[in-house]
């Protein structure tokens, strides 16, 4: 009687290590478990710096358009206070350009820290129906493809208020260390 209570502890013993394998691999396989998103933008598949970013100075993020069509300068809108009139372009411009500003003033007090801006040049890689989220180096990090219908937008300009939120308050480069 004793030899079967020492077995049962054992198999007990190894069942409590198994069990649970065995349960996260059926929850793995029968697709019950879905993985949870933490950014709302395509993450770049490739690096894209932009040149000569380092010499200008940029806040910790900034908000990137490139255009289809050039312009005649770069174009920063937070030092831009008539943007309707800042420069003219066509509607899918205009509309991304009421867009951006929307965004912006969306951040409320944490405006300080973004930089919004319209390239001029066409830069490899980088679609002109999109925005993308530039690190302070001129690392693309993210894209948010936009689509052509204004109204389309609105789920895709909130993620990219939310992954500014997030990347900010997560952000240790700009904490003093003493």
């Given at each position: 009687?004793?030899n079967?209570?020492?077995?049962?502890?054992?198999y007990?013993?190894?069942?409590?290590?198994?069990?649970?394998?065995?349960?996260?691999?059926?929850?793995?396989k029968?697709?019950?478990?879905?993985?949870?998103?933490n950014?709302n933008g395509?993450?770049m598949?490739s690096?894209?710096?932009?040149?000569?970013?380092?010499?200008?100075?940029?806040k910790?993020?900034?908000?990137?358009?490139?255009p289809?069509?050039?312009?005649?300068?770069?174009?920063?809108?937070?030092?831009?206070?008539?943007?309707?009139?800042?420069?003219?372009?066509?509607?899918?411009?205009?509309n991304?350009?009421?867009a951006?500003?929307?965004?912006?003033?969306?951040?409320?007090?944490?405006q300080?820290?973004?930089?919004?801006?319209?390239?001029?040049?066409?830069?490899v890689?980088?679609?002109?129906?999109?925005?993308?989220?530039?690190d302070r180096?001129?690392?693309?990090?993210?894209?948010?493809?936009?689509?052509?219908?204004?109204?389309?937008?609105?789920d895709t300009?909130?993620?990219?208020?939310?992954?500014?939120k997030?990347l900010?308050?997560?952000?240790?480069?700009?904490?003093?260390?003493?």
């Amino acid at each position: 009687m004793l030899n079967i209570k020492k077995n049962w502890v054992g198999y007990l013993f190894v069942l409590s290590f198994i069990l649970p394998l065995l349960l996260a691999y059926v929850v793995l396989k029968t697709g019950w478990y879905q993985a949870g998103v933490n950014n709302n933008g395509l993450l770049m598949r490739s690096e894209i710096f932009l040149e000569d970013w380092r010499e200008s100075k940029h806040k910790s993020w900034t908000v990137l358009y490139v255009p289809s069509q050039n312009l005649k300068n770069n174009i920063n809108l937070t030092d831009v206070v008539d943007l309707e009139n800042s420069v003219s372009c066509n509607q899918f411009c205009e509309n991304t350009k009421y867009a951006i500003n929307q965004t912006y003033a969306a951040l409320g007090k944490k405006q300080n820290k973004v930089d919004v801006l319209i390239l001029n040049e066409t830069v490899v890689g980088l679609n002109p129906t999109s925005l993308y989220l530039v690190d302070r180096f001129g690392l693309v990090v993210f894209e948010y493809p936009l689509q052509i219908e204004f109204e389309n937008n609105f789920d895709t300009l909130k993620g990219l208020i939310s992954d500014l939120k997030k990347l900010l308050k997560n952000a240790r480069s700009e904490q003093k260390i003493s």
